[in-house]
């Protein structure tokens, strides 16, 4: 499986961006795909993460009702739409795909098999 994340910018707090996670490979809905985020000099951090088969969406505390991530399988794409955006998201974005993932290891980014390349989001203030 291949990841090819999108969507990144440089924006003022208060605005809106979509990122967007394509991905490869077959048997796309049997995946967890996950977003992770890393700011300099920071340990990376679970953003949001959402299992295609039964629609189950996870979010950090961070950026719930701000965010919101969704699949689309024709596509084989999963986007989070990012609303709201504060300075303190400013990080680099990397989406991940897994397969097995049980609720409890949504969150952590070893349960992962899979990463994309990474996108950077920036918010000015």
């Known amino acids: 499986v291949q990841l090819q994340a999108s969507g990144g910018g440089l924006v003022q707090a208060g605005d809106s961006l979509r990122l967007s996670c394509a991905a490869s490979?077959?048997?796309?809905?049997?995946?967890?795909m996950g977003w992770f985020r890393q700011a300099p000099g920071k340990e990376r951090e679970f953003v949001s993460a959402?299992?295609?088969?039964?629609?189950?969406?996870l979010y950090a505390d961070s950026v719930k009702g701000r965010f919101t991530i969704s699949g689309d399988n024709a596509k084989n794409t999963v986007y989070l739409q990012m609303n709201s955006l504060k300075p303190e998201d400013t990080s680099v974005y990397y989406c991940?795909?897994?397969?097995?993932?049980?609720?409890?290891?949504?969150?952590?980014?070893?349960?992962?098999?899979?990463w994309g390349q990474g996108t950077q989001v920036t918010v000015s203030s």
């Open positions: 991940a795909a897994g397969v097995g993932i049980i609720l409890s290891s949504m969150r952590l980014g070893r349960a992962y098999e899979y």
């Open positions: 490979g077959r048997a796309f809905s049997n995946y967890v």
């Open positions: 959402f299992r295609l088969r039964s629609r189950n969406t």
